[in-house]
């Protein structure tokens, strides 16, 4: 038998859900039939499986040790490059660390074995001494917002349970704001919104945009922006997100006839030929520059990252944050 005691960073949850992060190669069913049948107990009792567990809760599994571990993920630890400086704090107390994400970097895992921000971000918490993957069962240490891999800027990890839920209602609740700065071909208003649909492409990991929606499943996408600058054929934006989809920014600009410089699904492949020739640029000059959690009262803000800041210089526009001053 094992008997784990509930921590805060397991505390929250239903009880089924917490029992599938600790083993997650058994099945919900298997799971479901363990608790009906007492082999799972909560605090010495049969219990449903939507049960909330809290902290100091017992949870009493009469399973083998040997079997728990069957249960349990085994995967194979990723080699992080020790010489690497990836990680650029800009915050981080006892519950929360914020980021600046470089281009070329995924913000989480995918199906490659491409090392991702958060590789790096739970390996410097692990040396840090602020996260113990021995003592902390089910959470382990994620980014609550996501960018694209080639667009930089601002990433939440919470570092505990407690904060992930706090951070990720504040996101469900639309209780944030986020202003992003891009460089773009064309020649935008002063100031305009753009409200339509996207639909998503899973396969091609694409996104189409439409001012109205066709199927229930398109998201509805809103956003502001506000031309900063603007030289010949090019212009700094400022971006206000008032939703948050997947790859919004990049299709809504790109969809209305302002393509973002340096994009490879949506931007121009004329004019990001010969900046890639010219300068060597190969990612987007997208950047999530400032991020409020309103409830919370915080905010965090982001320097353009070089390749954004010798674009600006190259196309003769001041540094944003100056010129929001």
């Given at each position: 038998?094992?008997?784990?005691?509930?921590?805060?960073?397991?505390?929250?949850?239903?009880?089924?859900?917490?029992?599938?992060?600790?083993?997650?190669?058994?099945?919900?069913?298997?799971?479901?039939?363990?608790?009906?049948?007492?082999?799972?107990?909560?605090?010495?009792?049969?219990?449903e499986?939507?049960?909330?567990?809290?902290?100091?809760?017992?949870?009493?599994?009469?399973?083998?040790?040997?079997?728990?571990?069957?249960?349990?993920?085994?995967?194979?630890?990723?080699?992080?490059?020790?010489?690497?400086?990836?990680?650029?704090?800009?915050?981080?107390?006892?519950?929360?660390?914020?980021?600046?994400?470089?281009?070329?970097?995924?913000?989480?895992?995918?199906?490659?074995?491409?090392?991702?921000?958060?590789?790096?971000?739970v390996?410097?918490?692990?040396?840090?001494?602020?996260?113990?993957?021995?003592?902390?069962?089910?959470?382990?240490?994620?980014?609550?917002?996501?960018?694209?891999?080639?667009?930089?800027?601002?990433?939440?990890?919470?570092?505990?349970?407690?904060?992930?839920?706090?951070?990720?209602?504040?996101?469900?609740?639309?209780?944030?704001?986020?202003?992003?700065?891009?460089?773009?071909?064309?020649?935008?208003?002063?100031?305009?919104?753009?409200?339509?649909?996207?639909?998503?492409?899973?396969?091609?990991?694409?996104?189409?945009?439409?001012?109205?929606?066709?199927?229930p499943?398109?998201?509805?996408?809103?956003?502001n922006?506000?031309?900063?600058?603007?030289?010949?054929?090019?212009?700094?934006?400022?971006?206000?997100?008032?939703?948050?989809?997947?790859?919004?920014?990049?299709?809504?600009?790109?969809?209305?006839?302002f393509?973002?410089?340096?994009?490879?699904?949506?931007?121009?492949?004329?004019?990001?030929?010969?900046?890639?020739?010219?300068s060597?640029?190969?990612?987007?000059?997208?950047?999530?520059?400032?991020?409020?959690?309103?409830?919370?009262?915080?905010?965090?803000?982001a320097?353009?990252?070089?390749?954004?800041?010798?674009?600006?210089?190259?196309?003769?526009?001041?540094?944003?944050?100056?010129?929001?001053?």
């Open positions: 038998m094992k008997i784990i005691v509930i921590t805060e960073n397991e505390s929250n949850q239903r009880l089924d859900r917490f029992l599938k992060k600790l083993m997650p190669q058994a099945s919900t069913g298997f799971l479901q039939k363990m608790l009906r049948k007492k082999r799972i107990k909560l605090n010495g009792q049969k219990s499986p939507s049960t909330a567990i809290t902290a100091g809760d017992v949870v009493q599994i009469y399973f083998s040790e040997e079997t728990i571990a069957s249960f349990r993920t085994d995967s194979t630890k990723k080699k992080l490059d020790k010489n690497s400086t990836i990680l650029d704090i800009i915050y981080e107390n006892n519950d929360l660390l914020v980021l600046n994400k470089p281009a070329e970097v995924l913000t989480q895992p995918d199906k490659t074995e491409e090392l991702s921000l958060i590789d790096y971000a390996d410097y918490l692990i040396k840090k001494g602020d996260y113990d993957p021995k003592t902390n069962l089910t959470f382990t240490p994620a980014c609550a917002n996501r960018l694209d891999k080639n667009t930089t800027g601002i990433i939440l990890v919470p570092k505990n349970y407690k904060t992930l839920q706090e951070v990720n209602g504040a996101i469900r609740e639309d209780q944030t704001e986020k202003i992003y700065f891009a460089i773009v071909s064309g020649k935008p208003k002063a100031a305009d919104e753009i409200v339509g649909y996207l639909k998503k492409d899973g396969d091609k990991n694409t996104v189409t945009f439409s001012e109205q929606q066709t199927a499943t398109d998201k509805k996408a809103v956003l922006y506000e031309t900063l600058e603007s030289h010949g054929d090019y212009a700094l934006l400022k971006v206000i997100l008032k939703t948050g989809r997947s790859h919004q920014i990049r299709v809504q600009l790109a969809a209305v006839g393509p973002i410089l340096g994009d490879p699904k949506y931007g121009s492949r004329q004019v990001n030929s010969r900046l890639y020739e010219e060597g640029l190969k990612s987007q000059l997208l950047h999530s520059a400032q991020y409020t959690l309103t409830d919370m009262k915080k905010t965090f803000t320097p353009v990252p070089p390749v954004f800041e010798k674009a600006l210089k190259r196309f003769g526009f001041k540094d944003p944050f100056l010129s929001e001053k």
